[in-house]
């Protein structure tokens, strides 16, 4: 993900960052994961950072290796991005390689090739919408892991780690921006 369960998003932190909602919910095995937040950063250049998959990442410990790749025969973007994350005491390492498609200054989705990673379904988006000189961003994720999350409990997990792991990743978010705006 962009970070699969983009640790970004998820907390307030000292910045000027606010986390202004927060869901995550389960039918099956299809997990969704929605927030909003709202940076204290111009729109194009949070569009730039979150468009710009080498920068991943540096915003969070979540993502091992990020990388935008040459595009697709029809031009379109593509992205490769490692993730690793230990939930109690499992430990997994995660892989996705999709395209993405995108509006500048207004939305990026993310559409993870099931053949080559480690999800049936992943499709994330963020919208972008300038609110009270900064940037609110809507993010949804939608997923179905092909590895195995404790079906009772682990919409819970997730929501609680992350919400206590994200506080760094969303002020270098913001930082990123800032420093592009400059």
């Known amino acids: ?21 927060v869901v995550v919910e389960r039918d099956d095995n299809l997990y969704w994961l929605e927030s909003e937040v709202w940076f204290d950063a111009d729109t194009a250049a949070l569009y730039a950072v979150f468009l710009n998959y080498d920068l991943t990442h540096e915003f969070t410990s979540f993502v091992v290796e990020s990388r ?26 995660f892989e996705r390689t999709g395209h993405v498609e995108h509006v500048p200054n207004e939305y990026i989705q993310s559409t993870a090739d099931a053949e080559v990673s480690d999800f049936h379904i992943s ?11 900064g940037t609110v961003v809507v993010y949804k994720f939608k997923f179905d892991p092909k590895f195995w999350l ?17 506080n760094h990743a969303l002020s270098q978010i913001e930082r990123l921006a800032q420093d592009k705006a400059q």
Do not use: H
């Open 150 to 166: 404790p079906p009772v409990i682990g919409p819970y997990v997730l929501q609680r780690k992350l919400e206590l792991d994200s």
């Open 123 to 133: 499709v994330e988006s963020w919208e972008f919408k300038p609110e009270d000189e």
């Open 68 to 93: 935008n790749l040459e595009p697709a025969e029809d031009g379109r973007r593509r992205f490769y991005i490692r993730n690793q994350g230990c939930v109690w005491f499992v430990c997994r390492s």
């Open 1 to 21: 993900m962009r970070a699969v369960l983009l640790t970004l998003f998820l907390c307030t932190t000292a910045d000027a960052v606010e986390l202004r909602s």
